[in-house]
Nanobody
Framework: QVQLVESGGGLVQAGASLRLSCVASGGTFTTYTMGWFRQAPGKEREFVARLSWGGSTYYADSVKGRFTISRDNAKNTVYLQMNSLKTEDTAVYYC?????????????????WGQGTQVTVSS
């Protein structure tokens, strides 16, 4: 069983940056594809970014060029660096994990989830 704990959310102004972190425990981190998703009020959960166990990344078009997903295997941590934030990035951001799976770009591809961290971008 894998446990995921996100942190780093907050309230920022448009154009600012935030870095989200997700610490994993209970599994072999190096074998997991890690993903970030987000859910805004009244909307479905949507894919943001994915980083496979082998280092392959994939981004939603809406964040490409602004967000960067990375991982530190020594710390069992995946990060989401978010730059040039927009008001439409406001959502609860969730970290997710699945073992040895690719492309892994939909929520149903993942079987472990964190509790989420709120990101609010004001204009």
């Amino acid at each position: 069983q894998v446990q995921l704990v996100e942190s780093g959310g907050g309230l920022v102004q448009a154009g600012a940056s935030l870095r989200l972190s997700c610490v994993a425990s209970g599994g072999t981190f190096t074998t997991y594809t890690m993903g970030w998703f987000r859910q805004a009020p009244g909307k479905e959960r949507e894919f943001v970014a994915r980083l496979s166990w082998g280092g392959s990344t994939y981004y939603a078009d809406s964040v490409k060029g602004r967000f960067t997903i990375s991982r530190d295997n020594a710390k069992n941590t995946v990060y989401l660096q978010m730059n040039s934030l927009k008001t439409e990035d406001t959502a609860v951001y969730y970290c997710a994990a699945v073992r040895l799976r690719i492309p892994a770009i939909t929520a149903r591809d993942y079987n472990y989830w964190g509790q989420g961290t709120q990101v609010t971008v004001s204009s």
